[in-house]
């Protein structure tokens, strides 16, 4: 139910510069990630994957960095633009658990004009 | 754009009162998903498919039901609904060979 509870951590960068967020996952059998972007009010829209055989994916103004070594994921945008203001979600699939799309918690992007 | 569908997107109702979130897809895909999400909170799984006749819970615990009768179709109900039960309610689709899932607008439920 509803919850009063911990906010989103929050990234506020500056339009034109880079920005990095970062994603920490728990579980060391998963084998495909996803990046996800939630604006206000709606669903969340699909950016970039990676799958676990891959450390790098570069998509259109974003890359994917993969480090399975200590389970960290991050998400680079670059040249970062107001409509990029969102929350950014990161989520992983297990390997044998082909059906189900765990998400992390998290991290809301603010751009200053 | 993802063709995928809820109804309503917003959704106020009295405790105790049967509820049914709309959820379809037109885009045949097998996997369908409900997941639940408090306003700046992450996303709960609470009930997936992989096709017809096949429902399983999720890994956060609902009171919920969900039915698969048809591949596009993939209806959330509350029986009898409690102000816990407030929040929002995204529903998703992914086909067989393909993790990626694509999302619904939500249905906003607050229950009074």
């Known amino acids: 139910g509803e919850s009063v509870g911990l906010h989103l951590p929050t990234l506020s960068v500056q339009e034109g510069d880079n920005s990095i967020i970062n994603c920490a996952y728990s579980n060391s059998a998963s084998d495909y990630f996803i990046w996800y972007k939630q604006e206000s009010g709606k669903g969340p829209q699909f950016i970039i994957d990676i799958r676990s055989n891959m450390d790098k994916r570069q998509g259109q103004r974003v890359t994917v960095l993969l480090n399975k070594t200590v389970k960290h994921l991050s998400l680079q945008i670059a040249a970062t633009q107001p409509g990029d203001s969102a929350v950014y979600f990161c989520a992983e699939n297990m390997s044998g658990s082909s059906y189900k799309l765990i998400f992390g918690s998290g991290t809301r992007l603010l751009v200053r004009p | 754009e993802a063709d995928i569908y809820q109804t309503p997107r917003y959704l106020v109702i009295g405790t105790g009162k049967k509820i049914t979130l709309e959820c379809s897809q037109t885009?045949?895909?097998?996997?369908m998903y409900w997941y639940q999400q408090d306003p700046g909170m992450e996303l709960h799984l609470i009930h997936y498919?992989?096709?017809?006749?096949?429902?399983e819970k999720g890994d956060l615990s609902s009171e919920s039901t969900v039915s698969r009768i048809r591949t596009e179709h993939f209806p959330l109900t509350l029986e009898s609904a409690r102000p816990s039960h407030t929040s929002q309610y995204l529903c998703?689709?992914?086909?067989?060979?393909?993790?990626?899932?694509?999302f619904g607008q939500g249905t906003r439920l607050t229950v009074v």
């Open positions: 498919s992989y096709g017809v006749n096949s429902t």
């Open positions: 885009m045949g895909h097998d996997k």
């Open positions: 998703a689709s992914s086909t067989r060979g393909n993790t990626e899932a694509f």
